[in-house]
């Protein structure tokens, strides 16, 4: 039974976590390298939230937007 644990702990520590001690390793050697995921996140949220904010400018300059209290029935 212990070989068996031993097995699952060996898939993890050099197998699964594989990419993240790459990471920790080149952190110490670049900082934008190993943080190039959160950069790509970052831009990826910035282009959301841009897109998403003109198409809100887009309904309310076309008054398409019902800005009415009891717009939902289950607020009446």
């Keep these: 039974m212990k070989a068996f644990f031993e097995g699952i702990q060996w898939l993890f520590e050099n197998i699964f976590f594989a990419p993240q ?12 390298g190993a943080n190039i ?3 790509i996140f970052m831009i990826i949220c910035t282009v959301a939230m841009v897109y998403w904010i ?3 400018k887009l309904h309310r300059d ?3 937007e019902n800005q009415d209290t009891t717009a939902h029935s289950f607020l009446k």
């Excluded at 001690?21 to 934008?32: A, G, I």
């Design 54 to 56: 003109k198409q809100l």
């Design 21 to 32: 001690n790459f990471l920790k390793e080149l952190e110490l050697e670049n900082w934008f």
């Design 37 to 39: 995921i959160n950069w």
């Design 62 to 64: 076309n008054n398409e």
